[in-house]
């Protein structure tokens, strides 16, 4: 202060480490502001400077100043303790934590951010909820690389403890969103290690252990590795046996008839996806059995005779579940299986329509999903006799496919396009096609097969 607030405060020991100053510098700092943005007219940026660094203390008046500056009472800068505006931030919390169970993730993530913006008012376990809070409501919306860089920062962190509920939560879903973004290797490696520890600790019969495990298994088969998935699915559900938890149960049988299906036994996915849902159906847990749900759909689609109407029926209920609660990929997902189930019954707008929101979703980001709804538009674009543009449509998902980790998944795919060039009259596009896919599951062919660069073009 130019001259009153000097005359009006004190000199303090330099060392005051816990008093107004330290306090005023972090909380200016979280808001992101500058000492100038403090200062005025009453006072100048070198007393703001000489406050901060336990130089002087200020008079009430300045105190009110600083307050109204920095959106925070006088009793937090004086005391460093502010019980309203904590209690209101708790609230922040919990309203935020609700609405992620409820499916309403951009509130969710609004209410996490607001509180974080106040993290020195916070306690360190508040903070901690609030930044998983907000990792999960980011891989809810499908700000997936947003939701990792977070998630690493919290598994990686020494107040996380291994083995505790909070560090297998957190475990897993970073195990998710590495396998969402097609990076299974990584996923594959969080998982690996997440189980190897929880073994040490001789941990490996709880709810946490089953549902991390159950998290692997889907790695393991999105990236092809069916004997490990198998072998997993196995001890797991002879662990699940003696779970307390039927939702614990239903996840494990969940993800064995996952692998059911990979290994193309049909019948035995559908059994196993009917006893899930049985277990599941006692459970508050709506997003999850909306996908349980969802995949039964599926199943009966490839089953032998195809029941589309009733895939279409179960579909459309998980569709009107996961609209609500579950995350960006995930509605993606569905409305690309309502696609497919709409060409099937004839529908071709409406699996245009599908498979443009399905797109939507996921931003047109390069990812195995975003390539199967391309391919679901092309199949449609077909179906109305425009070649043309399914045959654009097919050079765009070709391209984007090039961009993604080599997995099962990504031989799947590889495997549709050319299926679909085939029907465009395309031999040369679906030989390429039919390549990369043995390709991506570690099988070449000879040399009459061989790909070439611009056999999409």
């Known amino acids: 202060m130019h001259g009153s607030a000097a005359g009006e405060s004190m000199k303090l020991p330099q060392d005051d480490s816990t008093g107004i100053g330290p306090r005023l510098r972090e909380l200016r700092r979280a808001r992101g502001l ?11 940026v070198s007393y703001v400077s000489l406050i901060e660094t336990g130089k002087r203390t200020p008079s009430k008046a300045v105190l009110q100043a600083l307050a109204d500056r920095l959106g925070c009472s006088v009793e937090y800068l004086r005391s460093g303790r502010d019980d309203n505006r904590i209690k209101e931030l708790e609230l922040k919390i919990a309203f935020g934590e609700m609405a992620l169970r409820n499916g309403e993730n951009g509130e969710a993530l609004q209410s996490f951010s607001e509180a974080l913006a106040d993290k020195p008012l916070l306690a360190d376990s508040s903070v901690r909820r609030a930044q998983i809070g907000l990792a999960l409501a980011l891989e809810k919306i499908g700000s997936l690389s947003a939701a990792v860089q977070l998630l690493t920062d919290l598994y990686e962190a020494p107040a996380t403890v291994v083995g ?4 297998s939560q957190i475990a897993a879903s970073l ?64 662990t699940a046996e003696d779970a307390e938890s039927q939702v614990t149960r239903g ?13 193309g036994a049909t019948a035995d996915a559908l059994a196993l996806t009917e006893r899930a849902l049985h277990l599941m159906a006692a459970t508050d847990n709506l997003r999850h059995r909306a996908l349980l749900t969802a995949m039964h759909g599926s199943l009966l689609m490839e089953s032998d005779p195809p029941d589309v109407e009733r895939s279409w029926d179960l579909f459309t209920q998980a569709h009107d579940i996961l609209v609500q609660v579950g995350t960006a990929a995930e509605q993606a997902r569905l409305e690309n299986d309502l696609g497919v189930a709409s060409i099937r019954l004839g529908r071709v707008d409406d699996a245009l329509r599908h498979a443009s929101r399905a797109l939507g979703l996921l931003h047109n980001e390069p990812r195995w999903l975003t390539v199967q709804a391309r391919a679901t538009l092309a199949e449609a674009q077909l179906s109305m006799g425009d070649q043309a543009l399914a045959e654009e449509t097919l050079m765009t998902a070709a391209r984007d496919l090039r961009q993604v980790t080599p997995s099962r998944q990504t031989a799947l795919a590889w495997r549709r396009l050319g299926d679909l060039y085939q029907s465009c009259g395309k031999s040369d596009a679906a030989m390429t096609a039919f390549q990369r896919a043995l390709q991506d599951l570690g099988l070449r062919g000879g040399n009459q097969l061989k790909c070439t660069s611009n056999a999409f073009e």
């Open 34 to 44: 500058h000492q100038q943005d403090l200062a005025s007219d009453e006072f100048s």
């Open 251 to 263: 996840g494990v049988y969940w993800n064995a008839a996952q692998v059911a299906h990979a290994r």
């Open 164 to 167: 505790s509920q909070e560090w």
């Open 175 to 238: 195990c998710r969103c590495y396998r969402e973004c097609g990076d299974l290797a990584l996923s594959a490696e969080v998982g690996e290690k997440a189980l190897q520890q929880l073994d040490q600790l001789g941990l490996e019969a709880t709810d946490d252990y089953i549902q991390l495990g159950s998290m692997l298994i889907g790695t393991y088969s999105m990236r092809g590795d069916l004997t490990r998935a198998h072998l997993l699915a196995n001890r797991l559900v002879a």
